[in-house]
């Protein structure tokens, strides 16, 4: 809930050489301050940028609208998910929304960056994806925790879990899996950040599986989740109404 700015009223003060003087009226509280955490989802959400990218800067923007400020810490993705489950956090920046996760987490409004997941696969050896049915003998990759898109998951595919989508793409460019499951813009940032040699061994097929809207939630077990959840849709739809959303997003639509 925004925050109120506490004032002093007037106090009457000795006249000196008849005037009156007023006391100074006292600084305004400092806004409640969230532990917020989020996992290297870069371009996302990432240590590499001092706001720890797009899905923060927007998150801490919606938040200082409702009156409030966060702290963020990265973790690994299924670290984070237990700790968000034991009531460690107020919060997470870049999650995807899933049935199973309203049990621990109230989700707003999403954050108007949406992921494109779909299959990296080895120029040498691409794969028709556009009948999931059809896949049922490769080694699909997929991170460990992630909510993967639901008809993915209904094909019932063999899986080979990763801690990150990095070692997704290095297990692809070893051999060790046949598919990646990865969100586009990410496979972009790593191949030419973290892979730029092996780039060109790697390519996206068309079409995607789904493409997912990213969110920020807030842990069901903190004391006040409602209240920042209303104060966060609140700054949200102010950040729409003002353009504040759109010129966020404009300023990373390179990477977006």
Known sequence: MPTRRQTLSLL????LHGTSQAAPAAPAAAAPVLSIVATEFPPYTTVER?????????TRAALARGGLDMRLEFRPWSRLLVELQRGLWDGVIGVWHSQQRESFLAFPQPLGIANRI?????????HEVKDLSRLGGL??????????????????????EALDDLGNLRKL????IDLALVDKGVAAHLLRKQLKS??????WL??????????TAFARSRAGHESRLAAFNKGMSELQSSGQLA???QNDAELL
């Open 118 to 126: 779909g299959f990296m696969a080895r120029v040498a050896s691409p």
């Open 173 to 176: 460019l070893a051999g060790r």
């Open 50 to 58: 001092a706001d720890g990218g797009p899905a923060a800067a927007i």
């Open 206 to 215: 068309e079409p995607s599986v789904d493409e997912l809207p990213l969110y």
């Open 139 to 160: 080694r699909i990759g997929v991170v460990r925790g992630y909510a993967n898109p639901p008809a993915f998951v209904q094909a019932a595919l063999q899986l080979d």
């Open 247 to 249: 010129r966020l997003l």
């Open 198 to 203: 092996e780039a060109r061994a790697l390519v």
């Open 12 to 15: 009457a003060m000795p006249a």
